[in-house]
């Protein structure tokens, strides 16, 4: 299989094989292409060359509805469900039995029980499906899954919202499955319930396959191993990295809770001068801490000191009243008013601050701050008036950047800096905060890309299932010591 979208490789010359009766697993880092290989398996996507092959024959799929035809089903990570439906509405949603020309609703709670007893689900096939957990819709999916009589079931992080004991009943149901003849394909980043439930893992590693292990040779070492095996002679040199290990934090976390992980309480510090990347695999809860210390959602808990004094942070007013700028992953929609010229989204940040009497916007400051943006950040734009929407990603990206540069801030968060722009427009944002930081700026930032985070930190936190596992100085920001913390094997330091 190969795939392709604009300026990325998703996948080349990817080769799978599914058995009967088998648990698959598809492992790799953020970004290896098992996402994109899946929609190709059930129909959502189209691949650019390749073959598929079901039985031996050549099959073609050209819709969802295709690869249900033919047995294949895909349970996405984000759940495909509608809230407002009972539970057997949702079961056969599309496809229900009728009776006279009408829906044949005790058929379908008929039918429906049938499957959630195959499942071992304990609910009223007449529930709203708003009514239960996360856990007992994941269970709702399987079953309606069943009810297509699929024979070979893809499950995209299946455990990332469920407790131990739903995910212990997931895994139930997994084996359940294989036993009565059906092929599972599960992707996790959960290396642990890799190891317990797969038969034989195929591990990607960028758009390509990096090796396959079978049922004797799954360990969290071999699939590490395979996953990070890429040529670290591509990463970006940093030419300085300060000294600032005297200086004392400008920002430091203590207790901090996130509330899409509860359970959890984070503490850090950053200094002036430094660059500290967070790392951790999809669902580690990066994204979400960086948003809730800046106010877009409200910590459950604990304190936030900026140089030493205790804030209180409830909005992204207060973040930036104290001095912190986020960069979100989204810049379209969350970083830029897209249809404001590049002058109107650099002074967003600052327009307050810079105003006359508190009324009237300062244009001439205005125009100073875009000037200097433009000049410092080498945004590419024919005038200071040019609609953002019509700029490159990268340029885009840098008018983000240009926003909080304007308003002069102590911590600037950067969720994802080069997601969606080209290797040039990346270098130019590396040399960046690399600058950023040698003036004297603390720069926090979340990457799932491995050589982001290993050529540009001079300290990484590792994030798993919303807490940090550990923190890496130096020579231990490696591949390989980054994604035994980031799969959960070790807690706290590790001792190696």
Known sequence: MCKRFPGVRALHQVNLTVRRGEVLAIVGENGAGKSTLMKILAGVQSADEGELLIDGKPAKLNGVADAIDHGIALIHQELNLATNLTVAANIFLGREPTRFGLIHRSRIHQLAQQHLDAVGLDVSPQSLLSELSIGKQQMVEIAKALSIDARVLIMDEPTS????????????????????????????????????????VVVMRDGENAGTLEKDQISHDAMVCRMVGRDVSRFYNRTVRNEVSDRPAVLSVKDFVVPEHPQQKISFDIRPGEIV???????????????????????????IFIENRPVRI?????AIRHGLGLVPEDRKTQGLVIDFGVKRNVSLASVKDNSRMGTWIDFAKEASDTDHAIDRLAIKTPSADQVVRYLSGGNQQKVVLGKWLAMRPKVLMLDEPTRGIDIGAKEEIYRLMESLAADGLAVLFVSSEMEEVISLSDRTLVMHEGRLTGELVGDDINEERIMNLATGICAGECDE
């Open 161 to 200: 919202s469920l407790s131990q004991r739903e995910t212990e009943s997931l895994f139930e149901v997994v084996e359940s499955l294989r036993d009565r003849g059906v092929s599972v394909i599960y992707i996790s980043h959960r290396l642990a319930e890799v190891e317990r439930l797969a038969d034989r």
């Open 277 to 303: 990347g967070i790392a951790g695999l999809v669902g580690a809860g990066r994204s979400e801490l960086l948003r809730c210390l800046f106010g877009v959602t409200e910590s459950l808990g604990g304190r």
């Open 314 to 318: 409830h909005s992204p007013s207060d």
